[in-house]
């Protein structure tokens, strides 16, 4: 029977900022006792980015992924070579939480062609014959609240009509209608819902369905170029069927955790966010309002 | 026992006027109840009480102002009650220790209630959310369907159609990564398995894949596959955006949100144990703050509500959300209002306004158990009312045609939603609520009827009462948007009926009302509206307004035989009259009241309605009655209830309607017109022929009537009185034949003989106790008995006993021999199969007692103005010599009986038979005749023979042959005691 690692840190939502002490344990439980060469953590953060297949070909995509950049590198050994007796054995650990270069951390974000993500892996190196014991953690970083910038109100106001639409092919398949309302900021503070208001004045046409979609905008910058692509993160239905006319109704979603961070432009890489406001007729006719939008950490 | 001298019975000669006064107790005058002391001092004594403890001066002494003799009386006396409890009765004792019980118990409860308090006070949300549950179950039976119904899940197994789901990728909910790997996992499985769609299903098979869906959740849970579970909570809610088939849509969504509730409440355990499970102190409070919740415990909570705010479609994000609303109070205590008004705009995106109502209606319920602050109610009814207009939006308008619903039957559907949002809405119910309500329908010109009919059902009765008018200027003003207009009437009549409105609105609101229901052409509606309405006539106006309204009911239900449709509505108007007229005779006093009855014309239900009347009848009727209409009225329903009993009636409905008929038969009175009352009672017997009790009733009324008769006339009959009764006399002879039970016709041939008797009528007497003694052959071995069958020796002992006390007054017929009656009950008692020998003999005693009595010269009682035997015979010695002859052959029956006791070697009862008949010879027989004396003192020494003897009944007869010996005339008894201590 193989021992069984687990990292615990000691906050229950794994949250740190930049210069925060992380102190934890690591859990090994065993049925038998196991001996070992020395147990080492690691804690690393990378930023991870991708070309897409859509900007450069498949194969340049594959082989010429841009390397990560390296944000924390940090070994610990938690305990030195030795026998860990069978049952449950907690071995504590705690290392300061510094960004590797001069850089600040970034905050942990999971995308497509970028990604942010801080490990903790644990290692029980044992002798040649038997295998080295595993195991990886993730934990979050977040920006401190004080440092960073924080949000601002923004309102936006939007009239929605055929007159306002770009991109129309056939101007006059398009039914009559008007859809007004307004955002409330459009630098919105992750932690807090984003807001606004919604009204559709008249429309010809049945509204079959109201929706919020949230979308990333990742690029990334390289030698031989850059991408930019933009991808859905998620989509909110606001208002579902024929919705009645002149009635506000409100415009609210909350941010997803990972999979959405504060605006982040940096020398290789940027994420950026928008927030579209799509309106599909009972005769599946769909029109989209964009709205790029700032997200800040406080 | 030897036979050698043949028993010779002489009777005794008694002077009963004379030992009466020797034998009455001693009596002396008391100027205290006897009963007094005992629960005299109560609180005074406490002090002493406890210490004095002998049995002497048990009752306490202490009560200022007794007098001074009753101490010494109660001194002697010692009252047992008292000494056993030193003084105080148990009731006192128990008030001494500080409190009563009760009220100690009561303080107890009260100190700690205290802190409770808060909750408890808050009665109103478990009573509301209690009525919840009753609702659940009418709507559940209200909409039902018959149409083909289609359910969309990934978790059942059945159906063929596969249909590719777009799923809105969730965020993986925590960092730990290896738990978020396994919930993928479990994610893509279902993933996989992708929706199917079961189409054409009956209601039946629907609400059967709900429930599989419930149970599905459950084990999904309990399974700890908690993606599972909300994946199945998320599609359950999906279910209620779909509004195909309308009708079914209410008890959809009771039977979803019923799942969902369970969901909640299983997050929120989960949440809670695993909140206690890291918490140092243990439980958390009922009413916990979000401070004493761990901080992990907190981060389960979170991601709970990131995950459903990620839920891409409106409406199931919106219920799941509600569903596990609750769980708030693990992260924040002051968030709720504010959750509630945000979910509260957010169902303004739904288009749908069925949907949206009964979104509002979840909303509502949830988010009352949670938060005390209403504001959210109040935002809902008002949104609601705003967006009102979409009831009728095109949408709505194609979607009906498709499914062939009429929109009136679409806006009932409405009314159980919105009748809770009014209800929670009208709480707690001032009447400036209903004023704003009405308000806010004004200014947003809000003029459906869906919304006033539950704005009339949710708020006070007496509010709405109190402006019943302008209610009818509203009702009247309605769009005509489809909503039945008949509903708004029927439930302002049913305010008006819980609530008067103001006086002077009487007359002005049953005139406009009426006027607009009696032009209802539906027979249906018209029903519905009628009930309510006549209640409110027969409660505020007189028997004429509801006289009319019967009218006008009878002559809208007639055409077509109406009426067979509406029996229920006709049948409420019945116990609505009867509920609201306290003399049941003003209904009869209408003309069409019976009319109204006569469209009963089912049989069952007018045996049903006419139980009904004559229960309130007969509750009711205190007075007599003696008004011709009314008798003939209620003689008609009787009839009618008296016609439905037939050969497969079971007894406790026959039981039932005697009952009732008699009654009624009780309640008239024609006062002194006593030959109109034989004549009714005449009456009443061709018409019940088939009820035994009613019979019985009969001939006990015209008994009373006879014994009415002398009583007025003192005694002394007239010609006419005399044939009144001989009449009367008649009449119960006849009738007792028709009853079955021979117990009871036994009884009733005693009574009436007797009442004959005492009216001077011999002839009839004479028949009524000749049947009567013809009947006891036929007198049943057994009676049942609560239900068991026991012997009926016990019962025809008595009988006969009374017979006899009775016999001893009639005199002899002429045409008939010496003491005719008395000797056919001997025949009688010797031909009847007893079942113990002993009632046989103890019989024979009795009729020693008859004999001994009849050959006095004077009897001990008579009856006014009836010669008895002693004065028709004035002690003729031939009389005196067949007396005495037949006390012989009683007496020698009795000896018999005596050996046959020592043949089976029965002693105890041989020596108490013989006890007993020493007893009665030495009371009735003249001891100076030899063969008397010597029998006795046989008797006495049998008794004793085998030491089987009562001791205090010997002791008891002792002491009365001592008392008679200290008489005048008592040598004999003196003898017999001399004897009696020389043999022992």
Redesign the interface.
């Known amino acids: 029977m193989a021992a069984n690692i687990e990292i615990l840190v000691r906050k229950a939502n794994k949250v740190y900022h930049e210069g925060e002490i992380i102190s934890g344990v690591v859990v090994v439980v065993s049925p038998s006792d196991v001996r070992h060469d020395g147990i080492t953590l690691f804690a690393d953060g990378n930023v991870n980015l991708q070309l897409s297949s859509k900007n450069v070909g498949i194969f340049e995509a594959f082989y010429n992924s841009v390397k990560p950049v390296s944000l924390v590198s940090c070994v610990l050994e938690v305990a030195s070579a030795g026998k860990i007796p069978a049952g449950k054995t907690e071995i504590p650990f705690e290392f300061p939480l510094r960004a590797r270069s001069s850089k600040p951390l970034y905050e942990t974000y999971h995308g497509v062609f970028v990604s942010i993500q801080y490990m903790l892996k644990c290692e029980i190196r044992r002798s040649f014959l038997a295998k080295d014991l595993v195991k990886t953690a993730e934990f979050i970083v977040e920006y401190n609240l004080n440092k960073c910038p924080k949000s601002e109100s923004k309102p936006v106001q939007f009239v929605i009509s055929p007159d306002s639409l770009q991109n129309v092919k056939e101007r006059a398949r398009i039914p009559r209608f008007k859809i007004t309302g307004h955002l409330d900021s459009t630098v919105c503070c992750l932690r807090k819902p984003f807001t606004g208001e919604l009204i559709v004045q008249h429309s010809e046409i049945p509204i079959k369905s109201v929706e919020l979609q949230l979308v990333r905008v990742e690029t990334c910058g390289c030698a031989e170029g850059y991408s930019r692509d933009a991808t859905e993160i998620q989509n909110i239905q606001i208002g579902e069927g024929d919705v009645s006319c002149g009635i506000a109704i409100p415009i609210h979603m909350v941010f997803p955790r990972l999979f959405t961070c504060p605006t982040l432009t940096t020398s290789s890489f940027k994420i950026e966010f928008e927030v579209n406001i799509v309106v599909i007729f009972q005769d599946d006719h769909l029109i989209t309002e964009n709205f790029p939008i700032v997200l800040t950490r406080s | 026992m030897s036979k050698s001298i043949p028993f010779q019975w002489t009777p005794r000669k008694r002077d009963f006027v004379l030992e009466r006064r020797f034998w009455r107790s001693q009596r002396d005058d008391v100027t205290d109840h006897p009963l007094r002391p005992l629960i005299g001092p109560v609180t005074e004594s406490k002090s002493i009480s406890r210490k004095v403890s002998s049995a002497g001066s048990s009752t306490n002494s202490s009560t200022p102002g007794t007098p001074q003799p009753r101490r010494n009386v109660t001194a002697v006396l010692a009252d047992p009650l008292g000494a056993a409890l030193d003084g105080t009765d148990p009731l006192s004792q128990f008030a001494k220790e500080e409190l009563d019980p009760l009220s100690k118990i009561a303080v107890e409860e009260a100190n700690w209630e205290q802190p409770e308090r808060r909750k408890i006070s808050d009665s109103f949300e478990d009573d509301v959310l209690q009525e919840w549950s009753a609702r659940k179950a009418a709507i559940l039976t209200r909409f039902t369907t018959s149409e083909r119904l289609s359910i969309m899940t990934s978790f059942l197994s059945g159906g063929d159609k596969v249909v590719a789901r777009p799923q809105?990728?969730?965020?993986?909910q925590n960092?730990?990564?290896e738990k978020v790997k396994n919930r993928l996992e479990q994610l893509d499985e279902f993933e996989e398995g992708s929706v199917k769609e079961e189409g054409d299903l009956t209601q039946g098979e629907y609400v059967a894949r709900i429930e599989q869906l419930n149970s599905e959740l459950k084990q999904a849970w309990n399974t700890d596959q908690r993606v599972k579970a909300l994946k199945i909570a998320i599609q359950c809610s999906k279910l209620l955006?779909d509004t195909n088939v309308t009708q079914f849509y209410p008890s959809k969504f009771v039977l979803i949100t019923d799942i969902l509730d369970i969901f909640g409440q299983l997050v929120h355990d989960r949440l809670r144990s695993k909140a206690e499970g890291n918490r140092v102190r243990g439980k958390l409070p009922v009413d916990f703050t979000p401070d004493m919740v761990?901080?992990?415990a907190?981060?389960t909570c979170?991601n709970w509500?990131?995950k459903i705010?990620?839920i891409?479609?409106?409406?199931p994000?919106f219920y799941v959300e509600i569903a596990i609303l609750r769980s708030y109070s693990f992260l924040t205590s002051s968030e709720f209002t504010q959750a509630l008004l945000?979910l509260t705009?957010?169902i303004?995106?739904?288009?749908?306004?069925l949907?949206a109502a009964y979104a509002r209606c979840y909303l509502c319920r949830v988010g009352l158990s949670i938060t005390r602050d209403r504001s959210f109610i109040h935002e809902n009814l008002y949104?609601f009312l705003?967006?009102h207009?979409?009831l009728y939006?095109?949408?709505v308008r194609a979607e009906l045609l498709r499914q062939k619903v009429d929109l009136g039957s679409y806006l009932t559907l409405y009314t159980p939603a919105l009748d809770w949002i009014l209800q929670l809405a009208a709480h707690p119910g001032t009447e400036q609520q209903l004023l704003d309500v009405l308000t806010i329908c004004k200014n947003l010109n809000v003029k459906s009827g869906l919304v006033l009919n539950s704005v009339m059902v949710g708020f006070k009765a007496v509010y709405i009462a109190a402006r019943a008018t302008h209610f009818v200027d509203l009702i009247t003003a309605c769009d005509d948007d489809g909503f039945p207009q008949y509903i708004l009437f029927r439930t302002l009549g049913l305010c008006v009926v819980a609530a008067e409105p103001p006086r002077e609105q009487h007359h002005t609101l049953l005139n406009v009302v009426w006027k607009v229901v009696s032009r209802l052409s539906d027979v249906g509606h018209y029903a519905a509206c009628a009930e309510v309405w006549i209640e409110f006539a027969a409660k505020y106006f007189g028997k004429n307004e509801v006289n009319a309204i019967l009218h006008d009911m009878i002559r809208h239900l007639t055409p077509n035989r109406a009426y067979e449709q509406h029996y229920p509505q006709l049948q409420s108007v019945v116990s609505i009259l009867l509920r609201n007229t306290q003399d049941p005779e003003i209904l009869f006093g209408m003309d069409k009241f019976l009319t109204f009855i006569d469209m009963f014309q089912k049989e069952v239900v007018k045996v049903e309605v006419c139980k009904l009347i004559m229960e309130a009848y007969c509750r009711q009727k205190q007075d007599a009655v003696r008004d011709p209409v009314v008798i003939n009225g209620v003689m008609f329903l009787c009839r009618v209830l008296h016609d439905s009993v037939n050969a497969m009636t079971v007894d406790d409905e026959k039981r039932q309607i005697a009952q009732l008929i008699c009654g009624f038969l009780k309640s008239v009175d024609f006062g002194r017109d006593f030959e109109q009352q034989l004549g009714f009672y005449v009456d009443a017997r061709a018409a019940f022929t088939n009820l035994d009790y009613v019979h019985l009733q009969l001939v006990q009324s015209v008994n009373r009537l006879a014994v009415e008769t002398r009583k007025i006339v003192g005694g002394h009959h007239t010609r006419k009185t005399a044939s009144f009764v001989r009449a009367c006399a008649a009449y119960c002879f006849i009738s007792v034949p028709s009853i079955s039970s021979v117990i009871f016709r036994l009884q009733l041939y005693l009574l009436s003989g007797q009442v004959a008797l005492s009216n001077q009528c011999l002839g009839q007497a004479d028949a009524c106790f000749k049947a009567a003694l013809n009947l006891i052959p036929d007198f049943p071995k057994t009676i049942e008995v609560d239900g068991k069958p026991k012997s009926s020796d016990f019962f025809l002992a008595t009988y006969l006993s009374n017979f006899m006390s009775t016999l001893l007054i009639v005199p002899d017929p002429p045409e008939q021999g010496v003491l005719y009656l008395t000797r056919g009950l001997l025949n009688c008692i010797q031909t009847r199969q007893w079942d113990a020998a002993f009632s046989k003999t103890n019989l024979y005693l009795q009729v020693l007692c008859l004999l001994a009595a009849s050959a006095q010269e004077s009897y001990p009682y008579h009856i006014e103005k009836v010669d008895s035997n002693d004065a028709l015979y004035g002690s003729d010695p031939k009389f005196i010599a067949e007396v005495n002859r037949l006390c012989g052959v009683v007496v020698e029956e009795i000896f018999s009986q005596l050996r046959a006791f020592d043949d089976t070697s029965n002693h105890a009862k041989q020596a108490s038979l013989s006890l007993e008949l020493l007893n009665r010879l030495v009371s009735f027989a003249d001891l100076s005749q030899p063969s008397s004396f010597k029998y006795a003192g046989k008797l006495w020494d049998l008794c004793h023979r085998h030491g089987k003897q009562d001791s205090k009944v010997v002791e008891r007869t002792v002491w009365y042959l001592q008392q008679r010996a200290a008489l005048p005339g008592g040598e004999k008894c003196k003898d017999l005691l001399a004897r009696i201590h020389q043999a022992s």
Do not use: C, N, T, W
């Open positions: 809105a990728v969730g965020p993986p960092a730990v990564i955006a761990p901080e992990a907190k981060e979170r509500f990131f705010a990620s891409r479609e409106l409406v994000r945000r705009r957010m303004r995106g739904i288009g749908d306004p949907v949104d705003a967006a207009k979409q939006s095109r949408s």
